[in-house]
């Protein structure tokens, strides 16, 4: 799914245009016991509790495009005849309502996610009129040739907060509030089946994880029970990784500041653009530009076999899981220096009588904890 899929069906989430009638509710323990099961009516709900309860479903379809929102697919064979697809069709097409399947989904839940703490396992199930959209990308609320029947599931920790005292305006005076039991932001989640091309998927959905370094594998093993790509921070470990090993001494500032600033261009042209699908990278668009500054081939076959080894053969990596294209970050073990990415050429590296240094051209102002300095004219190095 693309941002602008996601944003549309964020837009449904709402009760004055959402069409789920019910939500259905189970409340864990630290100890994976259940607390309580419900369903609440949404018909039924006030308007204060109903955008609270809607507020928490569409907080599972927030985030960023490969970090907190991830692509499930499923293989061909999974959609022919597999338990974990079964049980989410049937969930689908039951409307949520047969309790003998609820249980069975939450406790694929409860088996498989810890939070150290009570969560809320929220599930509703809806259906969206998808309208026509013209060649002018205008949609025609009037018409629709789709509708979308989906299940949206957001696992929503459940946080205590501390007695205090707080003003009681019928006894005038200020009391004890006591402790609350307060629903948080979803910590993981998911959409199925997937809205791809503004259309039904079965053969894919989206999961939904709070934390990119956090993807609760265990959780999409047990539902989805299909692999899915590693945490955004663990994708640029790796890709660091495999540069600095594969290239070993032609791993140079000048390599490292030339795939920042490539990535980087690709991000900010992708970004102007307007472009709704996410913006993919691939090993050849890195292996042209390690090419491009005179990295011997075969340290480039060594990139590319630990490149496969690492991600998988031909996969496409966000750029904005492996680079920081707000900064270029530069360190010792005693040092750090930051820098933007447009001001990379202030950095240089040099040996000095047999000594290797980092400069930092500071022609510009300087400060040091806050304050301004100033640097001697006679305060120069012998190069």
Known sequence: ????????????????????????????NDNKEIISEFRKSTGLMSENEG??????????????IG????????????????????????LRRTGLEDSELRQEFYQKVIETVSLKQNYLILLGCDSYDVPFRSKNDEDDSGRSEETFRFILCAICPVKQTKSKLHYAPEEKEFSDSGIDNIVS???????????????????????????PKNSHEEFVERVFHTPIPKPAFEQ??????????????????????????DLAGRIELHKQSRVADPLLVCKEDVTQVLSSCGVSDSKIAKFSIDYDETFGHEADLHPKNIINEKRIEVTTPDV???????????IETR?????????????????????????????????
């Open 51 to 64: 955008e609270k309860y809607f507020a928490l479903l569409k907080r599972a379809l927030s985030g960023t």
């Open 67 to 90: 970090k907190n929102l991830i692509d499930i697919v499923f293989k061909t064979q999974q959609v022919m005849d597999s338990p974990e697809h079964k049980l989410l069709m049937e």
């Open 1 to 28: 799914m693309n941002i602008r899929e996601v944003g549309e069906i964020r837009r449904h989430i709402r009760r004055d245009r959402s069409n789920m009638t019910s939500l259905y509710c189970c409340y864990v």
């Open 336 to 346: 750090s220096i930051k820098v933007a990415p447009d001001r990379a050429d202030l």
């Open 236 to 261: 640029k470990r790796s890709f660091e990784a495999i540069l600095a090993n594969a290239l070993d001494e032609q791993c140079s500032l000048e390599v490292v500041q030339s795939i920042h600033e």
């Open 351 to 383: 040996v000095i009588d047999g000594v290797k240094y980092i400069l930092i051209n500071a022609e510009e102002s300087v400060e040091v904890n806050g304050v301004s300095i100033h640097i001697r004219d006679e305060e120069k190095a012998t190069v």
């Open 185 to 211: 932001a979803p910590e993981l989640g998911f959409l199925f089946p997937a809205f791809d091309d503004r259309a039904t998927n079965i053969y894919g959905a989206l999961y939904y994880t709070h934390s």
